[in-house]
């Protein structure tokens, strides 16, 4: 394993976010416990990682874990709220839906806020250096990619299925040609509001 456990006198969820950059769908976050004797060669940041092995790595964590938890934030209210806090919401809606009582909180990033008085640490990186955060990582984007593509399903016309959502060329082309659809963030389209902001309405 390329990652450690983050040791702690109690337990410990490991907790990551997946789509802050997208143009369209929410942010998912997962919360994770894994148990002290937690082990796989592969685990490592989800970034690093191909589908196959992300895949692999799901099923073996969801099997192994004492208790995970998997929560999102649509676009209506990363809009609302912006995408930092609701990463953070998404974050804390994970660790509420754990059915264990973690004693420390490790996230990956910079940015938290306090959850339930439970102490917590942000790690940059954190994702690439403790086990904890690697498994939420993988469930998150996992997760998210899933749901992508299930609306994709919905809305071929903008690539999600591959893109999933995120603001490829072939992405921003096809939201300038069909106009927005239910899932983007209006917040992060500027770029469309820009360019009929100067359309001939006559």
């Known amino acids: 394993m390329s990652v450690e456990l983050f040791k702690y006198n109690g337990l ?4 990551d976010e997946a789509g802050r950059g997208p143009l369209a769908g929410p942010v998912f976050a997962a919360a994770v416990v894994l148990p002290d004797d937690f082990d796989h060669p592969l685990l490592d940041d989800s970034k690093k990682l191909s589908e196959k ?4 790595l799901q099923r073996y964590i ?10 999102m934030v649509d676009n209506v209210e990363i809009d ?20 264990v009582h973690p004693q420390m909180i490790i996230v990956d990033g910079n940015r938290f806020k306090p959850f339930k008085n439970i102490p917590y640490k942000t790690i940059v990186k954190g994702d690439a250096r403790y086990a904890q ?4 990582s993988i469930l998150a984007k996992n997760f998210r990619d899933e749901y992508m593509r ?30 927005l659809s ?12 820009q360019k009929n902001l100067f359309e001939d309405k006559s």
């Open 150 to 179: 299930k609306i994709a399903r919905k809305f071929p016309q903008y690539g999600w299925h591959t893109n999933k959502g995120y603001p490829t060329a072939m992405h921003k082309q096809a939201v300038m040609k069909f106009g």
């Open 80 to 99: 609302r709220i912006n995408i930092l806090n609701a990463s953070i919401k998404a974050m804390h809606l994970a660790l509420t839906v754990l059915s």
């Open 62 to 71: 969801l099997d192994k874990a004492i208790d995970w938890a998997v929560a």
């Open 53 to 56: 092995k992300r895949l692999i």
């Open 133 to 136: 955060i690697a498994a939420a």
């Open 182 to 193: 239910p899932y983007h963030r209006r917040t992060f389209c500027q770029f469309y509001y």
């Open 12 to 15: 410990v969820a490991g907790v």
